[in-house]
């Protein structure tokens, strides 16, 4: 009997609703596409977005910018980062996050990582002392948030800033506070494989007057910066306009009149990302040779993605079950390859960070495997999907233990 295969696209998003392509038409009509370019009276999509962004997550001051990388750099560079400082961060993430630290001449220390794929504490409390660094980059990679309460108390206690990297957990929280609330500064990409969709575009939020002050400045405001809303006042940005570089990096309304359609509805679609999250989750529970990554009681997930381990699986055992499900419609991602692939690299191909070794680090990623849940995917297709990734790990499993026993 023919096994069955998937056919569904994991790079295929929805569409873009039609109330944003209404709302992007209107800009089009309008020819003020640049933020600053604005009728009397108006505050513009670009500034109704900043708005609404902090009012989502809290934050007291936001920011929109080119991209979720652009918002790291402009975040360590607004925190005075500079050539020869050392960042720390993950030593699993995805490589913006590195480059944003080598942008402005900085060297990222890397951390190792925990079974539960988030930043090891222990060894970051080490790195801190080692290093000497006074900036901790954290990435919420794939979407799973550290014990945020211990990180805190760590970063705070060595006197370490915290800038978070969001890009996977808009609308996610830490025990109820939203995920970029925590550190001084959080970043959110607007990048098509992310929560809200704008192609590309980022987000910075932050309760500190001068760190946002600075951070308006670099993203080439000029001296137009009153003409945002959800900013510090004025006077702050006297302070620090004199010696703040424009380094160009700003969003325009188009963008952001097709954000805001999507950021009304992130809710529901958060809900929908965890409804597919969990069919899957359930459906490789107690797999043999699987182990599903269990979620801290304080986590609220977005499910957009999701990652298991083949724990102690060799690369031959790993490969047939790529190929495997690849054969049968189902794209997994593995970071334990040698080589970097498509979006897939991993902290010793970052050669220009002069990694050190993370044995732990690496003893995770070998048995790492990774997939998009698109939300144009049903709740059948993720049930379809949970049960091929199972039969293939399953025979391949069972396969080893045969050649080893
Ligand atoms: C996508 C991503 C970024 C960068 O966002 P862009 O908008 O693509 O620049 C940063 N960190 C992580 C973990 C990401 O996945």
Redesign the pocket.
């Known amino acids: 009997m023919d096994k069955p295969v998937f056919t569904g696209s994991f790079t295929q998003q929805e569409p873009i609703p039609e109330a944003a392509i209404e709302a992007a038409i209107g800009v089009m009509r309008s020819g003020r596409l640049h933020r600053y370019n604005l009728a009397e009276g108006e505050v513009g999509e670009v500034a109704l977005m900043e708005q609404e962004f902090a009012a989502l997550t809290g934050a007291k001051y936001c920011l929109a910018v080119a991209?979720?990388?652009?918002a790291?750099s402009c975040a360590l560079r607004a925190l005075g980062v500079g050539p020869g400082d050392k960042v720390l961060s993950n030593g699993f993430?995805?490589a913006?996050?590195p480059g944003a630290i080598a942008s402005v001449g900085a060297e990222p220390v890397f951390v190792e990582t925990t079974e539960a794929l988030t930043i090891d504490l222990d060894d970051l409390a080490g790195q801190i002392g080692e290093s000497g660094a006074r900036v901790l980059l954290l990435?919420h990679?794939r979407g799973h948030i550290c014990d945020m309460d211990r990180l805190m108390q760590i970063c705070d206690g060595a006197g370490v800033a915290v800038i978070e990297?969001c890009?996977?957990t808009m609308g996610a929280a830490w025990d109820g506070l939203p995920s970029g609330r925590h550190g001084v500064i959080g970043c959110y990409?607007t990048?098509t494989?992310?929560h809200i969709n704008s192609g590309?575009?980022?987000l910075l939020t932050s309760d500190d007057d001068e760190v946002m002050a600075r951070a308006v400045l670099l993203s080439g405001s000029y001296m137009l910066y009153p003409r945002h809303t959800a900013r510090p006042p004025v006077e702050t940005f006297e302070k620090v306009k004199w010696t703040t570089p424009n380094v160009s990096g700003r969003m325009d309304h188009l963008r952001a009149a097709i954000l805001r359609v999507q950021l009304a509805d992130l809710p529901r679609q958060v809900a929908r990302w965890n409804a597919l999250y969990k069919i899957v989750e359930d459906g490789l529970r107690n797999t043999a040779g699987l182990q599903v990554i269990e979620r801290a009681p304080k986590e609220s997930i977005v499910g957009s993605s999701i990652q298991f381990l083949l724990p102690g699986a060799s690369p031959e055992t790993i490969g047939q079950v790529l190929r495997g499900c690849a054969t049968r419609g189902v794209e997994l991602k593995w970071f334990g390859a040698k080589e970097p692939v498509a979006f897939t690299s991993r902290y010793d191909s970052w050669r220009y960070a002069r990694p050190r070794s993370l044995p732990r680090t690496d003893a995770i990623l070998a048995g790492l495997l990774d997939m998009r849940l698109p939300l144009t995917f049903s709740t059948g297709d993720a049930a379809q999907i949970a049960g091929i990734i199972r039969d293939e790990v399953g025979q391949a499993h069972h396969q080893a233990v045969d050649r080893a026993g």
């Open positions: 991209s979720g990388g652009y790291m993430t995805l913006p996050v990435s990679m990297d890009a996977h990409s990048q494989y992310k590309e575009g980022g």
